[in-house]
T-cell receptor, first 113, second 114 residues
């Protein structure tokens, strides 16, 4: 079974630029999560989808971050404009249902300079 | 809202020694509980989970965890640590707030002495 795919693996951008991350969850998984993991910290939930609907985005900085999952399968997370404090690993995870275990991709390491 | 506390930022053990990583949660009912491991540059891998039933759960790589309702704890244990166990370990809680959320602790970094 293929795992959660994320791209790119690494990205370096200048502050005020924009960036997008892509995630393809495990086939059949209805729930998709985006987490931000700052160095030395645990993952922080940014947004959670159930199929193509948003379940929770309470910690998503909506003035600069956006995410979509238009067809209920793959998802993109965008940052525009980026700030230095956005430097982190962005992890995508999926699960079959909301209360089942989540499977994680390898993440995208973003460096904002 | 639920929260997760991992009180130990770093733990160092000798290879072959036993290990216990602590996790405490705050939630009004019994949550779903998970332990994940993260090796450098990698995503998170599920070690074990507790949903209900037997409070001692077995996971992969020889790990086990015990749910103690009275202490709101879900500590991870391993009887004999191998050098390859050196990694970051995260406890996570899944529970209903306004919606179901999966919340992670801040992690414990395990160092293994040869």
């Amino acid at each position: 079974e293929a795992g959660v795919a994320q791209s790119p693996r690494y990205k370096i951008i200048e502050k005020r630029q924009s960036v997008a991350f892509w995630c393809n969850p495990i086939s059949g998984h209805a729930t998709l999560y985006w987490y931000q993991q700052i160095l030395g910290q645990g993952p922080k939930l940014l947004i959670q989808f159930q199929n193509n609907g948003v379940v929770d985005d309470s910690q998503l900085p909506k003035d600069r971050f956006s995410a979509e999952r238009l067809k209920g399968v793959d998802s993109t997370l965008k940052i525009q404009p980026a700030k230095l404090e956005d430097s982190a690993v962005y992890l995508c995870a999926s699960s079959f249902g909301m209360t089942t275990e989540a499977f994680f991709g390898q993440g995208t390491r973003l460096t904002v300079v | 809202a639920q929260s997760v506390t991992q009180p130990d930022i770093h733990i160092t053990v000798s290879e072959g020694a036993s290990l216990e990583l602590r996790c405490n949660y705050s939630y009004g009912a019994t949550p779903y509980l998970f332990w994940y491991v993260q090796s450098p540059g990698q995503g998170l891998q599920l070690l074990l989970k507790y949903f209900s039933g037997d409070t001692l759960v077995q996971g992969i790589k020889g790990f086990e965890a015990e749910f103690k309702r009275s202490q709101s704890s879900f500590n991870l244990r391993k009887p004999s640590v191998h050098w390859s166990d050196a990694a970051e370990y995260f406890c996570a809680v899944g529970a209903m707030d306004s919606s179901y959320k999966l919340i992670f602790g801040s992690g414990t970094r395990l160092l293994v002495r040869p």
